[in-house]
């Protein structure tokens, strides 16, 4: 019987200001902390609070994690089978 596959993953993409933010991210630890918080996205695209706004576009959520000291502003397509990062701060 082969092994229970877990959650289903979304696939993580960048705009293209995320893109260039993602290339000024240089140091080892920086690169680990969003890619931690990247993964908790992809798990969970629900995961972070929505930021109040226009509804005509799509919905930004905000996920901030305190501990590795990164901020990704993102929203989910209608599937949620991808993330597109808008905004990084490490």
């Not at 609070?49 to 990164?70: F, H, K, S």
């Amino acid at each position: 019987m082969p092994a229970p596959h877990g959650p289903r993953r979304a696939r993580i993409a960048f705009s293209d200001s995320a893109a260039k933010q993602l290339e000024g991210i240089t140091t080892e630890a920086g690169l680990h902390a969003l890619d931690r918080a990247l993964v908790v996205i992809s798990v969970d695209p629900d995961i972070g609070e929505p930021i109040p706004g226009d509804t005509t576009g799509p919905r930004l959520r905000q996920y901030t994690d305190e501990l590795e000291a990164v901020r990704v502003l993102y929203f989910t397509t209608a599937l949620r089978t991808v993330v597109v990062v808008a905004y990084i701060e490490v």
